[in-house]
């Protein structure tokens, strides 16, 4: 995990700070008898993956395509089926790799990409750390359009009603067009002193555009305008430093028959009125993770490694596993009958996701950052190093 810092001399105590829960001097692995038996359909490489980067490129299952990309820039897709790859763009150079662009991998020069890969509008999006926007033809991998926004692009940018919209780690929010990149809004949005390198991912629904910010607030913006309809704090700065106040809303808001369901570092789990923003409901859990969701059933990953089932009606627990506490986790992805959530050491769990009970444990090259994703059928990991894996159980 990394941080953005707008204040010197505070990032070495930062550092010590988040990494003591993930020291491997700490680290201790429940007993797992592998009950499961997933089947590993295929494998591929993309290039080095986001290696020790903390850019949240996770992979996309769209149709009988696979999509995945890399911090260097190239954005690949291969058919879900057979893992054969179909095409290869690459960022660093506006086009397709071919046999010489090849070298590329091991060159030093970097797209920096960091937030995607996302779909709509028949395209696929990828932002990076340079402020790049990039949209590309799914079928054939061309250049539909890219532009530059103010800002690092460390979240999936999210398509719908008429816009592709992006939220910045700058603090501004922008509306894009779809068939051409060019910005139809702007929002700026209030920003934090010190705050977790992560940003929260946008969310379109219901006529608007929802997301979190570094100060710890859930907005809703108007979709075809970018003016504000309401905000609402769900976690709010506490102690003497720096450090203990920050209450980033990192994770993407979750909405469902009319309710947000968001979650703040330091903050709590919320659930919000989407029309008005008024709390329904609260409970103290902390993290900067994705949520997962299912039916009634909320599936969180905490700050330090729990695992938690929480009923979305009422805030109240179903279940709680500790067994991975102090682990750095990813998020959960929920794959029919159970929850996969990688670490850091490449080892992904498998967890019943009724009751919250191991069920597996396998071990990977490198360690996870993103968490896995799925369709229903299928479930696609991607680690560190880049190793990309489509999964499926009976």
Known sequence: MKLSLNRAGVVLALLTVLSACSSKDELVYPDISNKIKPDEIWSAS???GVEHYDSALKPLILGDKVFAASRAGYVMAFER??????????????GSAGLLDSLNFWSDETARLSGGV?????????????????ALNPETGELVWRVKVGGEVIASPAAGDGFVVVN???????????????QRWKHEQETALLSLRGTSEP?????????????????????DKGVLAWEQAIAVPKGATDLSRMNDVDATPIIVDGMIYAIAYNGELTALDLRTGRPVWKREYSTFRDMAIEGSTIYIVDSTGKIFAIDRRNGLEQWSQMGLNKHMLTGPAVYKDYLAIGDVEGNLFWLDKNSGEFVGQFSYGSGFYTQGVTNGDDLVIQTREGELSLIRLP
């Open 203 to 223: 969310v379109i629904a219901s006529g608007g555009v929802i997301f979190g910010s570094g100060a710890g607030k859930v907005a809703v913006l108007i979709a």
């Open 168 to 182: 910045t780690s700058a603090g501004s929010v922008f509306a894009l067009h779809p068939d051409t990149g060019e």
């Open 81 to 94: 089926e057979t893992g054969k790859k179909l095409w290869t763009f690459d960022a660093r150079t506006d």
């Open 46 to 48: 993309v290039g080095d």
């Open 118 to 134: 996302s779909a709509g509008y028949d395209k696929i999006y990828v932002g990076s750390e340079n402020g790049d926007v990039i």
